[in-house]
């Protein structure tokens, strides 16, 4: 299917879907801050999915459709993902169990939103814990947001990841993988990781 707009609260944002024969859930994937939908991880994540008969759709936000790279604030970019999942649960993913998730900045999102969505289960791609230290001010975990979403989630992070390695929780499954924050270094790792993790959900 080719890629097409979706309307939000702050311009269009852009939906690339991959369907499967008999798909059994949909699997829908933000990107970081300052990248695209074409990572490799996303695209590992992607391959795993649909190896797994999981519907795929990779969501461009509407700050990089506008040929932006400077990302928005959380509020933005929370409201524009929660319109086209909307529109996606209502069309093409009908009916389907849904996976929220995406890389870094994105995986943050999925994780803020995932009540709103209704999402089954949460996938996180190189989550950045902990920001850099500016200003001389020390820098504030992120680990809330990890914790706060109540349906089983998966973190695949890179060993020596800068933002640092989210711990295991109750719902949460940590898969440590070559590399760092790019989760560029071994995609097979990554791409195994989310297969078998994506074999067991949504629960």
Avoid: N
């Amino acid at each position: 299917m080719a890629p097409y707009e979706v309307d939000t609260p702050h311009g269009p944002a852009r939906v690339h879907v991959e369907t499967v024969d008999g798909a059994r859930a949909a699997l829908v994937l933000g990107h970081g801050a300052g990248g695209g939908v074409d990572a490799p991880d996303l695209l590992a994540a992607r391959d795993a999915a649909l190896e797994a008969r999981i519907a795929v759709a990779r969501v461009e936000q509407p700050y990089r459709v506008a040929g932006r790279r400077s990302s928005p604030r959380a509020p933005v970019l929370d409201a524009a993902w929660t319109a086209v999942v909307e529109r996606l649960i209502a069309g093409e993913l009908a009916g389907l169990p849904l996976v929220a998730g995406g890389r870094s900045a994105g995986a943050r999102v999925a994780c803020r939103t995932a009540a709103t969505t209704g999402a089954g289960a949460v996938l996180c791609l190189a989550f950045p814990l902990v920001p850099p230290q500016r200003g001389g001010k020390p820098p504030q975990s992120r680990l809330a947001e990890l914790d706060a979403v109540a349906v089983p989630v998966l973190v695949v992070q890179g060993e020596r990841d800068r933002f640092g390695m989210p711990p295991p929780g109750a719902r949460r499954e940590v898969a440590a993988v070559p590399g760092d924050h790019g989760l560029k270094k071994d995609v097979g790792a990554v791409r195994a990781a989310v297969r078998d993790w994506l074999a067991a959900v949504p629960r």
